[in-house]
């Protein structure tokens, strides 16, 4: 069968392997249909020094497909099914994973495609517990969106930050794939919604998302903006991701006891901040890493209801390159999908 392998930095190439043997018990088979791509897949391509992996290894840290076949004592899906899968190697037996929080397990053997081999081959066999049923009414390039782009916006926004119906919130990059997902979901529960981007272009198109409040951070001072639209109150919530270039920025937007949530640092993991502003206005700040199982389920309820991803581009299996540098160029406005 296919897959596509990174073999060294910035080497990926389409090669074939070995079928995985039936599933056993307690497993299914899946035949991948489509892939979404993420930053984690742009720092593997780039060959991150803090990924301990054994080359060549399988790309791919979400992605969607159909039940193949399925091992003994499987219950809770038959063949054609449509399914997603959860991104990460859990014990399933830890107490974190006992509790439904596969993201906090105690003996992570890995994230997929970053760590260990991941989804970008046509044929994987995986833990039934670790696969999420895809309802009818959402296509394979929606459903692969939904272990990252909507589930740790999901986790984010609802589990850690504790996101209330009409709140305010600044949403950092507006046009990346959590970004997109963060307005949406903001919007539905009657947010005003505040958001960063780096041109007009996007502006407009997170304005027709619903956006509330557009700020281009190439010509703006966005915390010099938030501000002033508040009236130098701040916002409830800021949703973070961008990491040293927005960090501090990000806190002087915040209301008082206000909450920051935060997934990445795409801009540099290390910062400097002023302690004495986070206890005096007793700001709440939340580390938040992928989702639970059950962000994903709840993801894909809210797609099947109509609040799909936003797709920048589709590619082919063949053109899976294109697709990172296009992500790489921070030219989307979106998700990117490879489908097989």
Known sequence: ??????????????????????????EVQIRVKALALNYLDVWGFRGMAFAKRKMPQAVGVE???????????????????????????????CKACQKGWDNLCENVAGIMGFHIDGFARELINRPERLVVPVPQNVSFEDAACAPIGFGTVQHMLFDNAKLEPGESILVHAGGSGIGTAAIKMAKAIGCEVFTTVGDDEKGAKAKALGADHVINYRTERFEGEVRRLTKRKGVDVVFEHVGVDTWNGSLLCLKRGGRLVTCGSTSGVSTTMNLMQLFQQQYRIFGSFGCRIENIAQSLDKMAAGMTPVIDSVFKLEDFQQGLERLESRKVFGKVVVTF
């Open 1 to 26: 069968m296919r897959s596509l392998q990174l073999f060294g930095d910035r080497d990926l190439r389409i090669t074939e392997m070995d079928a995985p043997p039936p599933p056993a018990a307690g």
């Open 63 to 93: 992605a969607s497909g159909e039940i193949a076949a399925v091992g003994q004592g499987v219950t809770k899906f038959k063949v054609g099914d449509k399914v997603t899968m959860y991104g990460a190697e859990t014990c399933g037996h």
